[in-house]
């Protein structure tokens, strides 16, 4: 595995601040940058950070969070979320706390924020960890085996280090920015994901995740859908992306559509694809966001934008009319 010392060797790995002439990633006003690749780290400039021990941290809490989801499932106490249409079990508070308390414990200048728990730490730190204890709770709670752990390392909202755990299955996917993507089943020894050729788009199968905030009469998602269910062989809906995202590293998915999704389940997922050789495309809007293979991606990028000038053109007749 490449450390991230090897990113600047001139300066040891865990100096603090840039070299001479070199500045961080600029950030917004708001203190983070979009989401936007490459995911990678600018000429010059040293972390005050070793991407490589921080994935290591994140591979083993998501290995025991997994195990511990695992052996709870037939004991778990099912709560109500949100409107009700949601659920939350004392397994993805439980696995959020220890997740939260070791990063803390290890970077205690760095902020989390959680699914469960929030933000905590400040949002306006340099680095911030995102957690989804439990990806895919409904699944868990109705007995299927679909469900998994992210945990994602950022610098301003750049992924630099990001784990998607399989639970089930016990496959641990991970990457740290440019040094290639990772699989390792069942605690084995790792072998590189690297992405090959694609499908024609009418024999392949995506995936299309989304946020929580859409609802069922969203225009938008439902043109989406439409449109990739007329187009490619299969549309996958797991209702959990870290799945979806070791699917697509290892090549059995053609791309992933991710539609408003909130960013632990988006940014760590999509740092191991495009590290894996997958392209990621993001619309103006930064509501919609494809990541797959290269061409699979052009394809569906000329199809949805379609559909949405389409949209947009249907919106403005009924204006007129």
């Known amino acids: 595995m490449i450390s991230s010392s090897e990113f600047c060797p001139a300066t040891p790995a865990y100096s603090a601040g840039p070299v001479p002439d ?39 809490l998501a290995r025991d969070a997994g195990d511990f989801a695992v052996a709870e499932r037939e004991e778990a106490r099912i709560e109500a979320k949100g409107d009700g249409a949601d659920f939350v079990t004392h397994v993805d508070r439980a696995v959020e706390r220890r ?32 957690i989804d204890p439990l990806d895919g709770t409904n699944n868990y709670v109705l007995g299927l085996d679909i469900y998994g752990v992210c945990i994602t390392l950022c610098h301003h909202d750049i992924p630099v280090a990001a784990v998607v755990h399989d639970s089930p299955r016990r496959r641990t996917y991970w990457a740290v920015t440019g040094t290639g993507a990772w699989l390792s089943i069942d605690a084995r020894p790792p072998q590189r994901l690297l ?28 043109t989406l859908f439409g449109a990739l269910e007329r187009q490619t062989k299969r549309v996958l ?39 894996a050789g997958a392209r990621m495309y993001t619309d103006a809007t930064g509501d919609l966001v494809i990541v797959g293979h290269p061409r699979t991606v052009d394809e569906l990028q000329v199809l949805l934008d379609g559909q949405r000038h389409h949209r947009s053109a249907l919106a403005e007749a009924g204006k007129q009319a």
């Open 99 to 130: 997740i939260a308390a070791a990063i803390a414990t290890q970077y205690p200048d760095h902020s989390i924020l959680g699914e469960e728990h929030g933000e905590q730490g400040g949002e306006l730190t340099e680095f911030r960890w995102l």
């Open 195 to 222: 992405l090959h050729g694609a499908e024609p788009l009418a024999n392949t199968t995506v995936s299309l995740t989304q946020g929580y905030a859409v609802g069922h009469n969203d225009a938008r998602r439902n």
């Open 237 to 275: 809906r797991t209702w959990a992306p870290s799945v979806d995202w070791g699917l697509l590293a290892t090549g059995r998915l053609g791309a992933v559509i991710a539609y408003r999704n909130e960013p632990w389940d988006l940014v760590g997922g999509a740092l191991i694809a495009t590290e």
């Open 22 to 60: 070199a500045d961080p990633p600029a950030a917004s006003s708001a203190g983070h940058r979009p989401l936007s690749p490459p995911f990678s780290p600018p000429a010059g400039y040293c972390y005050p950070v070793d991407f490589q021990d921080a994935a290591d941290l994140a591979i083993q």
